[in-house]
Every structure is written in structure tokens, then in C-alpha cells.
Nanobody, 123 residues
Framework: QVQLLESGGGLVQAGGSLRLSCEASGGTFSNEPIGWFRQAPGKEREFVAVISWTGGTIFYGDSVKGRFTIARDNVKNTVYLQMNSLKPEDTAVYYC????????????????WGQGTQVTVSS
């Protein structure tokens, strides 16, 4: 069973950058696509990005294309989300997830989740 731990969140001004990390333990991390999602207060969980186990397939949500970059290091069992040109609307709790069974951009299709890390972007 995969366990996921996010880190790297914090408070940043608009236009700034943050890098989130998702460290996995247990299970077969290197065989899993890993996704990033976010959830703002009062809103549904939103797809941010996903990366295949080889790193050869990557998808981004429309709201983050061109600003966020997902990458993984299977030796370190870690997936990264580099977030640049941050906007106040990027403020949310960010979650990583593993073991999608179906669509890679649907939260309901993921079997394992981390506890989340808060990202706050001030204007």
C-alpha cells in the first residue's frame, strides 16, 4: 500500500514560485502514475497535473498550463510540482495521489492520497 507525503507549501506573493514534493513509501511507486490535485475552500477538488511512471506522459489542467511543471525521480520515490507565476487563485490545499483506476484527471479514480499541503498566494 502506497503512502504519500506532501511538502513544500507555504505563503508566497503573486508572481512567485514554490516547489511541492510528494514522497512515496510502500507499494510499487515506480509503476504508478502520480497526480496532483488541489482544493480551495468551498470548491471541488481540481485536477492540476499527472505524470506516468516513466515520466513520458504528462498532462496539465488548463488553469496551470505553461506555469506548473510536474516531474518525478523514481530513485527518490518523489514527484515534484514546480509552480511558477503563482496567482491568488492558485491558493488551495494541494494533494498528490496514486493508483488511478480509470481517468487520470478524476479524483474519484485515485486510490491513495496524501494529507495535503497548503499553498497561499497573496495579491
Amino acid at each position: 500500500q502506497v503512502q504519500l507525503l506532501e511538502s513544500g507549501g507555504g505563503l508566497v506573493q503573486a508572481g512567485g514560485s514554490l516547489r511541492l514534493s510528494c514522497e512515496a513509501s510502500g507499494g510499487t511507486f515506480s509503476n504508478e502514475p502520480i497526480g496532483w490535485f488541489r482544493q480551495a475552500p468551498g470548491k471541488e477538488r481540481e485536477f492540476v497535473a499527472v505524470i506516468s511512471w516513466t515520466g513520458g506522459t504528462i498532462f496539465y489542467g488548463d488553469s496551470v498550463k505553461g506555469r506548473f511543471t510536474i516531474a518525478r525521480d523514481n530513485v527518490k520515490n518523489t514527484v515534484y510540482l514546480q509552480m511558477n507565476s503563482l496567482k491568488p487563485e492558485d491558493t488551495a490545499v494541494y494533494y498528490c495521489a496514486a493508483d488511478p483506476d480509470g481517468s487520470w484527471d478524476r479524483p474519484a479514480d485515485y486510490g491513495f492520497w496524501g494529507q495535503g499541503t497548503q499553498v497561499t498566494v497573496s495579491s
